[in-house]
């Protein structure tokens, strides 16, 4: 019985939580609520992801973005031509929402690719309830997959996200293969053949960040940059040294990130960056942020430079200017395993 009411509070917990949804530019969405944050490409072209959340906020996922990709297909451009002359002359019959009318778009396209910035389960955990849409289903009045259309999407991420992924003990793989990434990439960076919605997608692998198979997605056109777990507003980095994450590969990947952003003035507007977890950020906040990951750094390394023991350099409290910020004393990410992993990662043997 008292499982039952547990298994119950899990369910209510889960009903309860909502994705929301911010318009980013261009083409981009961000939806949080899923885990990690998700990317939204929606367009005409249907809909491409950058991580796929939980599994168990699959459903709202799928939801959400249909919801989006059906209002964008059907919504009217803006008419942004005044005379005679113009195709949708306001001077005679048609008008951009008679237009709408008239030409009856197709159904828009579902899910075609899930990229994947890591293997962490908050990024991945929707794989393959997001990609695997079955034939003919009817999902708000739309059947899916429209012809032409392939029934699932294509899974990407860098090669060390799957290696990782199937990696055997005992005969069993580390998570089950239907999670697993259908294409992978090797290398420093991998492009979508063709457009998508419209603009060119760049994926960039920053090796030994976060993990050892961090990938961070740039929309060409739409200026926006997705950048997985190497920046997040609401923790410091998170350095996985278990899985070949490194401070100084997270610090480069930030960096990484300010080489391909602009800023529109002084560092804010621009390009726009959509980080693994927390707000949606600028120029300005991803310097700041990469700031703060080199100032910590200078400190550990120069502590373990003088001598300094792991507790010794926790006691001296690197961090404590940023903690109001990103500190945490208790669950998945502390500030404690934090300092840990700089001063294993700085240290010369580990
Ligand atoms: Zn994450």
Same mark, same amino acid.
């Given at each position: 019985m008292k499982r039952l009411i547990f298994l119950f509070l899990i369910a209510a917990a889960a009903f309860g939580q909502d994705i929301h949804v911010l318009p980013v530019q261009g083409n981009i969405y961000m939806l949080v609520g899923a885990g990690g944050n998700i990317a939204a490409s929606i367009g005409r072209d249907g809909i491409l992801l950058v991580d796929a959340g939980t599994s168990q906020m699959s459903p709202k996922v799928l939801s959400t973005v249909l919801q989006l990709v059906t209002a964008v297909a059907a919504s009217p451009g803006p008419n942004r031509c005044v005379g005679?002359?113009?195709?949708?002359?306001?001077?005679?019959?048609?008008?951009p929402s008679l237009n709408a009318l008239i030409a009856s778009p197709g159904p828009p396209k579902p899910i075609r690719y899930i990229i994947n910035t890591s293997m962490d389960p908050d990024h991945t955990g929707g794989n393959e309830a997001l990609s695997a849409l079955p034939a003919d289903s009817k999902i708000l009045g739309v059947t899916? $997959? $429209? @012809?032409?259309?392939?029934p699932t999407a294509t899974v990407i991420a860098h090669e060390n996200v799957l290696g990782r992924m199937s990696a055997e003990t005992k005969g069993k $793989?580390? @998570?089950?293969?239907?999670?697993? $990434?259908t294409d992978t990439y090797r290398g420093s960076s991998y492009k979508l053949s063709e457009f998508f919605n419209g603009e060119g997608v760049q994926l960039f692998h920053d090796p030994a960040?976060?993990?050892?198979?961090d990938s961070m997605v740039y929309f060409r056109y739409s200026? @926006?940059?997705? =950048?997985?777990?190497?920046?997040?507003?609401?923790?410091?980095? @998170?350095?996985?040294l278990a899985k070949g994450g490194t401070i100084q590969g997270a610090l480069d990947g930030l960096n990484h990130i300010l080489d391909i952003a602009i800023p529109e003035f002084r560092s804010q507007g621009g390009t726009l960056v959509i980080p693994g977890h927390g707000r949606l950020c600028d120029t300005g906040d991803v310097a700041n942020y990469r700031n703060m990951v080199a100032i910590i750094k200078d400190r550990v390394a120069d502590s373990i430079k003088k001598g300094m023991t792991l507790q010794q350099v926790k006691a001296s409290k690197p961090t404590l200017e940023y903690d109001g910020l990103y500190g945490a004393t208790?669950? =998945?990410?502390?500030t404690d395993m934090f300092v840990e992993a700089v001063y294993k990662s700085l240290s010369p043997k580990r």
């Open positions: 005679l002359h113009c195709p949708d002359s306001p001077y005679r019959w048609s008008s899916f $997959p $429209p @012809v032409g259309v392939a $793989p580390a @998570v089950a293969s239907g999670l697993w $990434p960040a976060h993990t050892d198979g200026d @926006v940059i997705a =950048a997985g777990d190497i920046l997040s507003t609401t923790s410091y980095p @998170v350095i996985d208790t669950g =998945a990410w502390t």
